[in-house]
């Protein structure tokens, strides 16, 4: 079965610096890979996905992602970091052709300081 | 926002006793799923629904059931709950399947504690 791992619990950054929140993957085929974000108190809210095509995926908020087959990763990124971008982000992901089951990673927190 | 609505919000219950929780979607969605979410093990799928009383398990299904008699609603139930599973549960709705290419929109979730 697929399945993500996220090595890092916490990632801490300043604001205004460049952000990273690191993701590989393990699938038996081609991947569907997703990105969502989860706030205080809420469900998770997509971010952002590779299908096909193009290896960097710009998503919302400014946040893009970088496909890398060789390495199996999916890290996302944003330039430059906000307070408000501090959230609990999830990797996950799919083998091509199965609507059922997503795998998530167990979920980075990121903390942007001031 | 997706409609996605789950009820209740909160619960705390006793072992042994049944948990029913509910998802109701107003976008006429096929794909519900339920997970939970537990740390260090960021989401695991329950069970999913592909139609009407069509359901299948997921990857942490023992000691759950489900059932969906109308496309918006979909019943997560514990026929005896125990403290292993209290947790914080997310119904999701899957966009027009496309293959697995659609992405999941989330319910706001239901916190059970379990005594």
């Known amino acids: 079965a697929q399945s993500v791992a996220q090595p890092e619990d916490q990632v801490n950054v300043a604001e205004g610096n460049p952000l990273t929140v690191k993701c590989t993957y393990s699938v038996s085929g081609n991947p569907y890979l997703f990105w969502y974000v989860q706030y205080p108190n809420r469900g998770l809210q997509f971010l952002l996905k590779?299908?096909?095509?193009?290896?960097l995926v710009k998503g919302s908020h400014g946040f893009e992602a970088e496909f890398n087959k060789s390495q199996t990763s999916f890290h996302l990124k944003k330039p430059y970091a906000l307070v408000s971008d501090s959230a609990l982000y999830f990797c996950a992901v799919r083998d091509i052709g199965n609507n059922n089951d997503m795998r998530f990673g167990a979920g980075t927190r990121l903390t942007v300081k001031p | 926002d997706a409609g996605i609505t789950q009820s209740p919000r909160h619960k705390v219950t006793e072992t042994g006793t049944p948990v029913t929780l509910r998802c109701h979607q107003t976008e006429n969605h096929r794909y519900m799923y339920w997970y939970r979410q537990d740390p260090g093990h960021g989401l695991r799928l329950i069970h999913y629904s592909y139609g009407v009383k069509d359901t299948d398990k997921g990857e942490v299904s023992d000691g759950y059931s489900v059932s969906r008699s109308k496309t918006e609603d979909f019943l997560l139930t514990l026929e005896s709950a125990t403290s292993s599973q209290t947790s914080v549960y997310f119904c999701a709705i899957s966009a027009p399947d496309r293959g697995g290419t659609g992405e999941l929109f989330f319910g706001e979730g239901s916190r059970l504690t379990v005594l």
């Open positions: 590779y299908i096909t095509g193009d290896n």
